[in-house]
């Protein structure tokens, strides 16, 4: 499985972005994918997962909830992280990852990373 995140960019706050994990190998739709971030001097952090199969399973750091929305569309292989209202300490380089599991908050848990995509929020 590989992965490669795309989406990110330099918004004010209160803007809205979408980050896009694009999948690729026969078995990425039977995994679970995280979103994570880091921002700088600090370490990584769970934001958002969801369970391979779209409507079953999604869990949110608790900053985030009710502002960013985790979805997938198994058939062209991709996970989506809808931020609305973002906040300037959203500022991280997001990543994604794919786990056989259920897609849990622990970044060990995640066998497959992509490379990052920075989002960047001014005030």
């Known amino acids: 499985v590989q992965l490669v995140e795309s989406g990110g960019g330099l918004v004010r706050t209160g803007a809205s972005l979408t980050l896009s994990c694009v999948g690729s190998g026969r078995t990425f739709s039977q995994h679970a994918v995280g979103w994570f971030r880091q921002a700088p001097g600090k370490e990584r952090e769970f934001v958002a997962a969801?369970?391979?199969?779209?409507?079953?399973?999604?869990d949110y750091v608790e900053s985030v909830k009710g502002r960013f929305t985790i979805s997938r569309d198994n058939s062209v292989k991709v996970v989506y992280l809808q931020m609305n209202s973002l906040k300037p300490e959203d500022t991280a380089v997001y990543f994604c990852?794919?786990?056989?599991?259920?897609?849990?908050?622990?970044?060990?848990?995640?066998?497959?990373w992509g490379q990052g995509t920075l989002v960047t929020v001014s005030s």
């Open positions: 969801i369970g391979w199969n779209p409507g079953d399973y999604t």
């Open positions: 990852a794919a786990e056989r599991g259920y897609g849990a908050r622990r970044a060990r848990n995640y066998e497959y």
